[in-house]
């Protein structure tokens, strides 16, 4: 038998033992092998080598989330306990801190997790556009909304502003029940649900009462300079030739923008071909434009989808033979 003493003078022992010690109650049941007792700010472990040395481990995730945030809900303690995978792990506790975009209002941290999406915020510090083209599911949109709140948070720029092309609406929007935001809000979605993920509700409802960040469709985006800002264009596949000129022409001093788009999930009309594809062709040699490419090797969702993007790139390259 081995036993060992872990020193938790860093954080608040009531914090991390919990209230009654109802989280180190988590800890005894998550290692029932080991003999676990508590004496001021130690911990003394006792038992096999190798459950202390598992034990040990998440201890000091534990610790090391507590010194960063201070506090720990008794939902993430366990959580974090339970946690097998580096994925899941990494989403509570910060283990590559160079990697964190930004941490969200739980203290999980919103980060890169793949080689392109490395990319995309390598090539962000040098660069004042970026297209970020690959299929749904690749993080694009998710990446680009964590480097514009983090610029924000760094006070980069004063304001970010997130627009998407309301293709699928098109002529139908009179039909549609309530006023032009209802009727507009289920297509810019998908930008609340990231902004969500990365920002306290309450803050997030100042920023947008304030214009501090702004979701708009793309057509509100005619005749306007933007400066100072970060802006986001999503669904840029969905855009027509003068559409996206005319957003890349409403940059202004101080801006950095993000167009990101899949070009094989168009939703214009048949007669009408995609701005997003001339874009990327014609602006590819200019300098402050970076081009990314993501593709299955980058989706984070599901384990299917990498397999059904797969099957569709197969069937679309037969046809094109």
């Known amino acids: 038998m081995t036993e060992t003493i872990i020193n938790l003078d860093s954080v608040n022992p009531i914090e991390f033992f919990g209230t009654n010690n109802g989280k180190l109650d988590l800890l005894k049941k998550r290692f029932p092998l080991l003999k676990i007792l508590s004496r001021g700010t130690q911990l003394k472990l006792s038992g096999a080598s190798e459950q202390i040395e598992q034990a040990k481990e998440k201890i000091e995730l534990l610790v090391q989330y507590l010194q960063r945030n201070g506090n720990v809900s008794h939902n993430y303690f366990e959580q974090i306990l339970?946690?097998?995978?580096?994925?899941?792990?990494?989403?509570?506790?910060d283990k590559h801190?160079?990697?964190?975009l930004v941490f969200g209002p739980n203290g999980k941290s919103v980060r890169a997790r793949t080689q392109n999406q490395k990319k995309m915020v390598a090539v962000a510090e040098h660069n004042d556009i970026i297209f970020a083209i690959g299929p749904a599911g690749t993080g694009k949109t998710y990446t680009a909304v964590a480097l514009a709140v983090r610029a924000l948070k760094n006070k980069m720029v004063k304001k970010i502003i997130l627009t998407r092309p309301a293709v699928e609406a098109g002529e139908s929007l009179g039909f549609l029940p309530g006023d032009l935001k209802e009727k507009i809000d289920p297509y810019l979605r998908p930008l609340y649900d990231a902004l969500d993920d990365m920002i306290p509700a309450d803050k997030l409802g100042y920023y947008m009462s304030t214009r501090v960040i702004e979701i708009a469709p793309l057509a509100y985006m005619r005749g306007r300079t933007l400066d100072n800002a970060f802006i986001i264009l999503d669904e840029a596949?969905?855009?027509?030739?003068?559409?996206?000129?005319?957003?890349?022409?409403?940059i202004g001093s101080n801006a950095k923008a993000i167009i990101t788009g899949d070009l094989s999930q168009i939703d214009l009309p048949k007669n009408q071909k995609s701005g997003l594809d001339k874009a990327t062709r014609i602006l590819k040699n200019i300098d402050g434009i970076a081009h990314i490419e993501l593709d299955e090797e980058d989706v984070v969702r599901h384990r299917l989808v990498k397999a059904i993007i797969r099957a569709y790139d197969k069937e679309r390259e037969k046809n094109e033979q």
């Open 97 to 100: 801190p160079n990697d964190v």
């Open 237 to 250: 596949q969905n855009t027509t030739d003068l559409q996206i000129k005319m957003f890349l022409t409403r």
């Open 82 to 93: 339970g946690g097998d995978d580096a994925d899941s792990i990494d989403n509570f506790v």
